[in-house]
């Protein structure tokens, strides 16, 4: 197991593998995006603590990648 394997399992976070090449491109481009991004809508959202800015970008992140994975597979 990796380094962000067992950071990941001590957080209690599941790794979602993706299984197209379509999902795994989205998934990179959304990476990409969420870095750019994330301070720009903590601040704009005026959340100014941690457990407050994981709720908003684990709201964010899961109907994303959801969203990008379910549009991938099925076409």
Request: net charge negative.
């Given at each position: 197991?990796?380094?962000?394997?067992?950071?990941?399992?001590?957080?209690?976070?599941?790794?979602?593998?993706?299984?197209?090449?379509?999902?795994?491109?989205?998934?990179?481009?959304?990476?990409r995006?969420?870095?750019?991004?994330?301070?720009?809508?903590?601040?704009?959202?005026?959340i100014?603590?941690?457990?407050?800015?994981?709720?908003?970008?684990?709201?964010?992140?899961?109907?994303?990648?959801?969203?990008?994975?379910?549009?991938?597979?099925?076409?």
């Open positions: 197991m990796t380094q962000f394997g067992r950071a990941l399992s001590e957080l209690n976070i599941e790794i979602l593998r993706a299984n197209c090449r379509q999902v795994k491109g989205r998934i990179e481009r959304m990476n995006t969420v870095q750019d991004q994330l301070v720009k809508e903590l601040r704009l959202a005026d100014g603590d941690v457990e407050t800015g994981n709720a908003f970008f684990l709201a964010a992140w899961s109907t994303t990648e959801s969203a990008a994975k379910k549009e991938a597979c099925d076409s």
